[in-house]
């Protein structure tokens, strides 16, 4: 009986989020605060009493979500004791951090470099992501490798649901062709880019970087990362894995699967909503899934 613990990416953001910890917590008030200091701004009053609008800027997401996971994670003391970790997406620096292979602060900085490389990435070149559901992934692989536009399956989300990712006429021609081939539905997301896609590239470069002179250590237990979905230990395929999953797939459906094989019985999400837990009961619906 093993226990994972999971770590959200960007949608799972919601104004009051962290508030509760901020308010309750002395040491996860230094953390906020240090943030604060690190990036510039304060993320806090965004977080905490910002709009929605506020929240969905990429450059303010992606730092507060990994605040809230990894502040939560952080006040747990003891009770984490994790036999496995992963993250999805975003989540993945999030993971790292609370499985003490990254610094808060390191891990703070490569997330608000990748925030910002992303958000550049997607103002250079729109696009946009849809959400396909009821259909299996090869099907949508074929489909989307043979049109012409860029479109790729980019989340890998659980079995029947699989969000893909390019320019908007690849996603509206993807789109059209799943409905037409079975797809219950073909759904267009309200993001800022096609994240986990070859359009990703000049963000990829960018953050290369910053992740290659990043101090990069052992994780107190193996990382199931989004590149291959197989358990890591070790810091220079962390790093590798890190940069390359800006432009490759989340293998979410194949991480859940392999840490259930490896022995998780319970999977415990840290951080802003239920989405992962959801998505591994799709999986395995014996499995204890639920919010730290």
């Known amino acids: 009986m093993k226990k994972a613990y999971v770590f959200p990416g960007q949608g799972a953001q919601f104004v009051g989020m962290g508030k509760d910890l901020y308010d309750s917590s002395s040491e996860a008030r230094e953390m906020f605060e240090k943030a604060n ?3 510039g701004f304060r993320i806090t009053d965004l977080m905490f009493s910002g709009t929605d609008e506020d929240l969905r800027q990429t450059k303010v997401t992606q730092p507060a979500i990994f605040l809230h996971s990894v502040i939560l994670a952080h006040t747990m003391g003891e009770d984490f004791q994790p036999d496995m970790v992963a993250g999805h997406s975003l989540g993945e620096f999030s993971a790292l951090v609370a499985a003490n292979a990254l610094t808060f602060e390191e891990g703070l900085v490569l997330v608000s470099k990748r925030a910002r490389a992303m958000q550049k990435a997607c103002e250079t070149e ?3 992501m849809a959400a396909i559901i009821g259909m299996d992934d090869e099907a949508v692989e074929g489909i989307c490798e043979g049109i012409s536009e860029v479109v790729v399956p ?3 989300n659980s079995p029947g649901q699989v969000v893909i990712s390019g320019s908007h006429k690849g996603i509206e021609v993807a789109c059209e062709k799943l409905k037409g081939a079975g797809a219950k539905r073909a759904l267009p997301l309200k993001v800022g880019g096609a994240f986990h896609s070859p359009l990703m590239e000049p963000a990829r470069l960018e953050l290369a970087e910053a992740i290659n002179q990043a101090a990069v250590n052992s994780p107190v237990c193996p990382i199931y990362q989004n590149v291959d979905a ?3 230990t070790d810091p220079e395929i962390i790093r590798k894995n890190l940069i390359d999953q800006l432009t490759s797939p989340v293998r979410w459906t194949q991480i859940s699967k392999n840490m259930i094989a490896d ?4 999977f415990v999400e840290v951080g802003p909503g239920k989405v992962l837990q959801g998505l591994v009961k799709k999986v395995n619906k014996e499995v204890e ?3 730290a």
């Open 37 to 39: 200091e690190v990036l």
């Open 126 to 128: 729109p696009s946009t």
């Open 154 to 156: 980019a989340n890998y």
């Open 230 to 232: 197989k358990p890591v």
């Open 263 to 266: 022995g998780a019985t319970t």
């Open 289 to 291: 899934a639920y919010s």
